[in-house]
């Protein structure tokens, strides 16, 4: 089996979307990545979704079976290898631990706000698998906190 697993935090939540980009993708469960926090970095009102460590904070994901043609697709519209750099994270699904593939931004890239629409995406992902809005705007809530006003 060439297929691998893929952790979405971001747009790849949403099944729509996903369903785009990677029409032979199968979710295969839903998981939480513990010690590690959602945050939008990226130039204003463009900012994407990024996991960084942090102790004691959790981001949801959806796991994703995905084929190297769903890779590719996804490698392309994360921008792999410029913006995004591809991580194996050790992830809890259904009590075991299994490695997934999951992309993080490169660099040190500002804190920002997402687009409307990219936060519409990636709010109808975390209502669709039942997550925790809350962990959403946080995130948003925490990045306006720190960015400077000009």
């Known amino acids: 089996m060439n297929n691998r697993y893929y952790a979405a935090y971001g747009v790849g939540l949403n099944r729509t979307e996903m369903a785009k980009r990677c029409p032979t ?3 295969i469960g839903t998981s939480m990545l513990r010690n590690y926090r959602l ?3 990226g ?8 996991i960084e460590p942090v102790k004691g904070c959790s981001v949801p994901m959806l796991i994703w079976e995905i ?5 590719m ?3 392309l519209y994360e921008g792999f290898p ?3 750099e591809k991580q194996q994270l ?12 999951a ?6 890239r500002p804190l920002g706000k997402p687009s409307a629409f990219y936060y519409s995406a990636v709010l109808e992902g975390y209502k669709a698998a039942g997550f925790d809005a809350e962990i959403l705007r946080n995130a948003v809530r925490n990045e306006s906190d720190e960015v400077p006003v000009s």
């Open 67 to 71: 084929t190297l043609a769903d890779e």
């Open 103 to 108: 992309y993080v931004m490169r660099g040190d």
């Open 90 to 101: 050790r992830i809890r699904l259904d009590g075991k631990l299994v490695n997934c593939m």
């Open 25 to 27: 993708a199968k979710l």
């Open 39 to 41: 945050m939008f970095r």
């Open 43 to 50: 130039s204003h009102a463009v900012a994407l979704a990024n």
């Open 73 to 75: 697709s996804l490698d």
């Open 82 to 84: 410029h913006l995004f």
